[in-house]
């Protein structure tokens, strides 16, 4: 896997980005070949032809993005997938439309759009149904074996075997002694004692510790691996990676007291406020009119004031009232579209909120989680924000097992705040938003 954003992303899943973007581009290079009468290098230099088909690279990678296109890749239908492409290009060709209008310089020739988007069209596709047929049948992966049985190696076990694409497999594990919790979905290779002859019979690539009893952990031995080369994690760090979140299973005070990431850094604290302060204020300019309008539809649907208002706890518990559209009776729609949560823009030029944090909770509430889940207060470390990492990360919140969940993502949020996840948050909370999700 590769970290970008403070995200850990499937390496194929970049490879497939990266190559499906250098064979789009290629695409529209051969049209601009085939349908130009001027040289090739004059139209890529000369008449800026270079940009406008980086340009329609992006549009068209990003259209794929919003199409959910990398984030589950496998060809389940080859019929959908033409599908998709098709709806991505007509889109690119109602966005050059667009452009055509107000005259920009990153229009392209009309037939290089033609014959470009038929290449893509057909190359394209293809190229995906060979790359996850590749990737499927080599994804073996780096191959890990654990030490212990914990809660977070079987659901570590289970969901690397569901999505090889993740490109890590597990071979097996080892535990303290055969009553131990077994890992439904890993043969059990022995004990502790037989590490030395499973290393030299399986050669794993990393070791992954999650033993519920540390002092079962054999110190010396596991040294003297790590000095030789061998990569040992701990599960934790495996499940951050996997799930985007920090798991409270087992969870000691200790890591809590001494962790460096309880708080986020103080510099990216004032960077977020900075920016969130600027995108708040652009944001409510530019949507003053859809805010008026959807005033309007609220004053016309029922009786009743426009905005409510609720008593949520924000950073460090200081309590402040988050601003809202009513939605009573045209709740569907608004809430699909996140047009209630516009209001709350003012909350973030008040310095209450940020664009991202997580999600602001009554004050009632959260006195309740606070007594029923260890470490609940640690996510008022920072402000809340109108979208976040839980949000777009996780379903409705019903039950307790939901909330600590929903804490487990607030808490990578926390340890990882920066100006790069905030983006990634946004770009994928608008694509939510878009498709009304």
């Given at each position: 896997?590769?970290?970008?954003?403070?995200?850990?992303?499937?390496?194929?899943?970049?490879?497939?980005?990266?190559?499906?973007?250098?064979?789009?581009?290629?695409?529209?290079?051969?049209?601009?070949?085939?349908?130009?009468?001027?040289?090739?290098?004059?139209?890529?230099?000369?008449?800026?032809?270079?940009?406008?088909?980086?340009?329609?690279?992006?549009?068209?990678?990003?259209?794929?993005?919003?199409?959910?296109?990398y984030e589950n890749f496998r060809v389940r239908s080859r019929?959908?997938?033409?599908?998709?492409?098709?709806?991505?290009?007509?889109i690119a060709f109602l966005l050059q439309s667009l452009l055509?209008?107000?005259?920009?310089?990153?229009?392209?020739?009309?037939?290089?759009?033609?014959?470009?988007?038929?290449?893509?069209?057909?190359?394209?596709?293809?190229?995906?149904?060979?790359?996850?047929?590749?990737?499927?049948?080599?994804?073996?992966?780096?191959?890990?074996?654990?030490?212990?049985?914990?809660?977070?190696?079987?659901?570590?076990?289970?969901?690397?075997?569901?999505?090889?694409?993740?490109?890590?497999?597990?071979?097996?594990?080892?535990?303290?002694?055969?009553?131990?919790?077994?890992?439904?979905?890993?043969?059990?290779?022995?004990?502790?004692?037989?590490?030395?002859?499973?290393?030299?019979?399986?050669?794993?690539?990393?070791l992954v510790v999650g033993l519920a009893n540390p002092e079962?952990?054999?110190?010396?031995?596991?040294?003297?691996?790590?000095?030789?080369?061998?990569?040992?994690?701990?599960?934790?760090?495996?499940?951050?990676?996997?799930?985007?979140?920090?798991?409270?299973?087992?969870?000691?005070?200790?890591?809590?007291?001494?962790?460096?990431?309880?708080?986020?850094?103080?510099?990216?604290?004032?960077?977020?406020?900075?920016?969130?302060?600027?995108?708040?204020?652009?944001?409510?300019?530019?949507?003053?009119?859809?805010?008026?309008?959807?005033?309007?539809?609220?004053?016309?649907?029922?009786?009743?004031?426009?905005?409510?208002?609720?008593?949520?706890?924000?950073?460090?518990?200081?309590?402040?009232?988050?601003?809202?559209?009513?939605?009573?009776?045209?709740?569907?729609?608004?809430?699909?579209?996140?047009?209630?949560?516009?209001?709350?823009?003012?909350?973030?030029?008040?310095?209450?909120?940020?664009?991202?944090?997580?999600?602001?909770?009554?004050?009632?509430?959260?006195?309740?989680?606070?007594?029923?889940?260890?470490?609940?207060?640690?996510?008022?470390?920072?402000?809340?924000?109108?979208?976040?990492?839980?949000?777009?990360?996780?379903?409705?919140?019903?039950?307790?097992?939901?909330?600590?969940?929903?804490?487990?993502?607030?808490?990578?949020?926390?340890?990882?705040?920066?100006?790069?996840?905030?983006?990634?948050?946004?770009?994928?909370?608008?694509?939510?938003?878009?498709?009304?999700?």
């Amino acid at each position: 896997m590769i970290r970008l954003f403070k995200v850990s992303i499937p390496s194929s899943a970049v490879a497939l980005i990266l190559s499906e973007s250098a064979l789009i581009f290629a695409c529209y290079l051969l049209a601009a070949h085939l349908a130009l009468d001027v040289p090739l290098v004059t139209f890529l230099f000369d008449q800026s032809g270079y940009w406008q088909i980086s340009f329609e690279t992006a549009v068209i990678v990003l259209g794929l993005y919003f199409s959910d296109l990398y984030e589950n890749f496998r060809v389940r239908s080859r019929i959908r997938l033409v599908q998709q492409f098709c709806l991505v290009l007509g889109i690119a060709f109602l966005l050059q439309s667009l452009l055509a209008v107000g005259r920009f310089g990153i229009l392209l020739p009309k037939w290089v759009m033609v014959y470009g988007s038929g290449v893509v069209l057909v190359v394209v596709p293809l190229w995906r149904v060979l790359f996850t047929t590749l990737a499927r049948k080599s994804s073996g992966g780096q191959k890990l074996l654990f030490l212990g049985s914990s809660a977070e190696v079987q659901e570590i076990v289970q969901t690397l075997n569901d999505i090889p694409e993740l490109g890590m497999s597990p071979i097996g594990y080892l535990d303290t002694e055969p009553g131990s919790d077994p890992v439904p979905a890993a043969p059990r290779l022995g004990s502790l004692a037989d590490l030395d002859a499973v290393l030299s019979e399986n050669h794993p690539a990393r070791l992954v510790v999650g033993l519920a009893n540390p002092e079962d952990l054999p110190v010396e031995r596991l040294l003297e691996l790590r000095l030789g080369g061998l990569r040992i994690d701990e599960a934790s760090s495996i499940y951050e990676a996997i799930f985007g979140r920090i798991p409270s299973c087992d969870l000691p005070p200790s890591r809590i007291v001494f962790a460096r990431d309880v708080h986020p850094r103080t510099t990216n604290v004032a960077l977020q406020s900075f920016y969130s302060f600027v995108t708040a204020l652009i944001a409510l300019l530019a949507a003053l009119p859809v805010m008026a309008g959807v005033a309007l539809i609220v004053i016309l649907s029922s009786p009743g004031p426009v905005l409510v208002r609720e008593r949520c706890a924000g950073l460090h518990g200081k309590e402040f009232f988050v601003f809202k559209f009513r939605s009573a009776q045209i709740g569907n729609w608004i809430r699909a579209l996140r047009l209630n949560l516009l209001p709350q823009l003012f909350n973030v030029l008040r310095g209450e909120m940020s664009i991202v944090g997580p999600r602001p909770e009554r004050t009632e509430f959260v006195s309740a989680l606070e007594e029923k889940i260890p470490y609940y207060r640690q996510r008022l470390a920072v402000k809340p924000g109108i979208t976040g990492w839980a949000q777009i990360n996780e379903k409705d919140i019903s039950t307790i097992e939901d909330s600590i969940t929903k804490l487990e993502f607030d808490r990578y949020y926390i340890k990882n705040l920066s100006f790069w996840l905030d983006a990634y948050i946004v770009l994928h909370t608008l694509k939510r938003a878009l498709l009304g999700r």
